[in-house]
């Protein structure tokens, strides 16, 4: 059971990226269309905060409002894959970012909290400069 997220890297404020997160492994080659997806980031210092969030059929999304109108969460489940597109970046968005699954999400609707997953991938460094 595996999810990796990429496209991390430096930008300039304003500038964007997209993430990615992707499933793969025993329990998610048959069940990842069943599993909600979150985004969480922590940036040094702090605790990890909860971004966006999207449920098993991409249907509905949920975002903080430090990022809403700004980021874009999407889902891929041909690909077993989710993203992040984040526009119009600022410096206070550095952080490392993490993409989560809910296995059992599906049906409910998308959580911020970190209790609803149970698998989490590495991480990427985003790091926005001014």
């Known amino acids: 059971v595996q999810l990796q997220a990429s496209g991390g890297g430096p930008v300039q404020a304003g500038g964007s990226l997209r993430l990615s997160c992707a499933a793969s492994?025993?329990?998610?080659?048959?069940?990842?269309?069943?599993?909600?997806m979150g985004w969480f980031r922590q940036a040094p210092g702090k605790v990890r905060e909860f971004v966006a969030a999207i449920n098993w059929n991409g249907g509905s999304t949920d975002y903080a409002d430090s990022v809403k109108g700004r980021f874009t969460i999407s889902r891929d489940n041909t690909r077993n894959t989710v993203y992040l597109q984040m526009n119009s970046l600022k410096p206070e968005d550095t952080a490392v970012y993490y993409c989560a699954a809910d296995h059992r999400g599906s049906g409910q609707p998308p959580y911020r909290g970190e209790w609803a997953y149970d698998y989490w991938g590495q991480g990427t460094q985003v790091t926005v400069s001014s």
């Open positions: 492994g025993r329990t998610f080659s048959s069940t990842f269309s069943n599993c909600n």
